[in-house]
């Protein structure tokens, strides 16, 4: 295990609804990616965190939004959910500016939206 | 844009041979190159990883390869046990700490 951890492990919603998804990085970690896995594909990176700032984002709209605490955890945020929005949704926290900075994954959260 | 292609999407050996994946990237600024392994209802957990400075790198039962010039990396697993069943991934990165970008995956399944 990684020490990630992410909240809920499984979340339905309806399509026009938000959700908010929280991780927990490593002890250590300062930083927090997001990435967004649709079933039988690769995880494609919806942004990062650092510092309470976002430091990048990939190409998803605007309803996709997060947030950092003091703490390092994160949140990501999806507003007026999507049928196509259905996934696992993934955050990988590491330690930017150390030696050893690979980043870790959780298990995820599964969203389903019907 | 950024981009990696993995072959095969699936891959079936027989215990005890040999499996090879391999991967192509676009951008030519990648410097990193993390292998993946999932198992399910899990996240993916780094099995191995290469910089671009390296052209090879081994772990027991695992080894890297990579062709900066070709753009072309490759993961072989000697060995196989029922244990290595998964779906391994393929990534690219301009650094261990900055967005992955991730090949579609290969699923791999160990035949007894």
């Known amino acids: 295990e990684t020490g990630v951890t992410q909240s809920p492990t499984h979340l339905i919603k309806t399509r026009g609804q938000q959700v908010t998804l929280r991780c927990s990085s490593q002890?250590?970690?300062?930083?927090v990616s997001w990435y967004q896995q649709a079933l039988g594909q690769g995880p494609q990176f919806i942004f990062q965190?650092?510092?309470?700032?976002?430091?990048g984002r990939g190409n998803f709209p605007p309803r996709f939004s997060g947030l950092q605490f003091p703490n390092y955890s994160s949140e990501l945020n999806v507003n007026a959910l999507e049928l196509d929005d259905s996934a696992l949704y993934l955050c990988?926290?590491?330690?930017?500016?150390?030696?050893?900075?690979?980043?870790?994954f959780g298990p995820g959260t599964r969203l389903t939206v019907l | 844009g950024e981009n990696v292609e993995q072959h095969p999407s699936t891959l079936s050996v027989q215990e005890g041979d040999s499996a090879v994946i391999k991967c192509t990237y676009s951008?030519?600024?990648?410097?990193?190159f993390p292998w993946y392994k999932q198992e399910l209802g899990k996240g993916p957990q780094l099995i191995i990883d290469?910089?671009?400075?390296?052209g090879e790198k081994k772990d027991q039962r695992i080894a890297v390869t990579l062709n900066k010039t070709a753009k072309h990396f490759s993961l072989h697993i000697t060995e196989t046990q029922p244990e290595d069943s998964a779906v391994y991934f393929c990534?690219?990165?301009?650094?261990?700490?900055?967005?992955?970008?991730f090949g579609k995956g290969t699923r791999l399944h160990i035949l007894p």
């Open positions: 965190y650092y510092r309470e700032e976002e430091n």
């Open positions: 990988a926290s590491s330690r930017r500016g150390g030696n050893h900075n690979e980043q870790f």
């Open positions: 951008d030519s600024a990648s410097n990193y």
């Open positions: 290469i910089r671009s400075n390296v």
């Open positions: 990534a690219a990165s301009r650094n261990r700490d900055d967005k992955i970008i």
């Open positions: 002890s250590g970690h300062n930083t």
